[in-house]
């Protein structure tokens, strides 16, 4: 008798959203594309009064550096989170100038604030740093986050274990794709853990060191790409990410989410070149992008790429950015006139290759405005 293997675990129920959120979505001009960025490690609790917990660790560097450049390129970001010890979109720059880390210091709020003597009452106080509040970077940083706000070009949401995130992702992206379908982009940068302990098996209280020598049994976590390509949002655009330290492996690892997931593109790492270099896998394509300027990001140059691949992907599908009125649209018009689209698409991987960022911003809005029209009109 051969005997199969046990039915892969199904992924953690979806968690609800906040009211913001919605109002969010609501606000989203049709001509802006939304992506979703993740970041930061995902913990993996070991009781459910949870004391012990197994972290993947991630700083956030990349994925709060991208949601930066999406929002610079004209689009929407939906930011999921890391709760605690990860830093968040605008804030890699005052984690550099204020010595920050994800502990609340002496050293940190020393960095941060004086006391000062008031002559007249004698009373001390606390003020800002001079060095501080006349820091250009960290003012333009204050600006920026202040506009993608003011512009409902941010939103940002948290999770702490890896059952929160997969939770959490499964309610963004039915949402996403109830509201957004060909212009919704899921760019997972977040560390996800492989392993865990159900809710079922886990301990209720904490686990008594006077027991002795603890045995852990982990189960793997839910395999959700293929979930998220499939089910969740079929007419999303899935950007993932792979890090090994053997190049390889590597693109071993990237075809196999390409084609056993259903992922568009693989944003893939080597663990010691990870800030210099990265290739980019699609079904078709096997590119290396480069770090050539010593004070550039390589999340610029990801971003870009990744864009690229959306706007096309985006001019092929059709009833992009199509209004109310798209049902009443004929279907064989639209898909012919996408012959003639395909060039602006060309023209928009051309931009985002050689102009400069604002100018790249402007004219990728003024792309997808044309676009949009270009279908209305059919």
């Known amino acids: 008798m051969s005997s199969s293997s046990p039915p892969p675990p199904p992924p953690p129920p979806p968690l609800p959203l906040p009211p913001t959120f919605f109002d969010f979505l609501r606000r989203q001009p049709p001509s802006r594309p939304l992506v979703l960025v993740t970041s930061g490690g995902t913990s993996v609790r070991l009781e459910r009064n949870s004391v012990r917990s197994i972290e993947n660790f991630s ?206 593109v693989v944003v893939a790492n080597m663990l010691h070149k990870r800030n210099g270099q990265v290739f980019i896998m699609s079904r078709d394509d096997w590119k290396e992008v480069r770090l050539e300027d010593e004070e550039g990001e390589i999340e610029e140059h990801i971003v870009d790429e990744v864009i690229s691949h959306h706007y096309e992907y985006m001019a092929s599908m059709g009833a992009v950015w199509m209004g109310k009125g798209e049902q009443n649209g004929r279907p064989s018009r639209r898909h012919h006139s996408l012959l003639d689209l395909k060039w602006w698409s060309k023209l928009g991987k051309i931009v985002w290759n050689w102009s400069q960022p604002v100018l790249g911003a402007w004219l990728s809005y003024w792309i997808s405005n044309v676009i949009r029209q270009s279908l209305i009109e059919q």
């Not at 070009?153 to 999770?159: G, I, K, N, R």
């Not at 998220?228 to 999303?236: H, I, M, V, Y």
Request: hydrophobic share 35%; net charge neutral.
């Open 59 to 264: 700083t956030g560097r990349r994925g709060s550096r991208s949601a930066e450049w999406f929002v610079r390129r004209g689009y929407g970001v939906v930011y999921l989170g890391r709760k605690d010890g990860c830093l968040e979109p605008y804030a890699q720059a005052f984690a550099r100038s204020l010595r920050a880390s994800s502990s609340f210091s002496l050293a940190f709020l020393d960095s941060l604030l004086s006391v000062r003597s008031d002559p007249l009452s004698d009373d001390d106080f606390l003020a800002l740093r001079a060095d501080v509040a006349n820091d250009g970077v960290l003012i333009q940083r204050m600006r920026d986050h202040k506009d993608a706000l003011d512009n409902h070009q941010l939103f940002m949401l948290h999770y702490t274990s890896v059952t929160e995130y997969l939770g959490t992702l499964q309610s963004v992206s039915q949402e996403m794709e109830r509201h957004r379908k060909f212009t919704a982009l899921y760019y997972l940068a977040a560390a996800v853990s492989d392993f865990y302990i159900p809710e079922e098996a886990l301990s209720e209280h904490k686990i008594q060191s006077s027991e002795g020598k603890i045995l852990l049994e982990l189960d793997p976590v839910p395999k959700c790409l293929g979930k998220l390509c499939r089910d969740w949002s079929p007419n999303g655009y899935v950007v993932s990410f792979k890090l090994e330290t053997d190049e390889e492996i590597l693109k071993s690892k990237a075809k196999a989410a390409v084609e056993k997931y259903g992922v568009r």
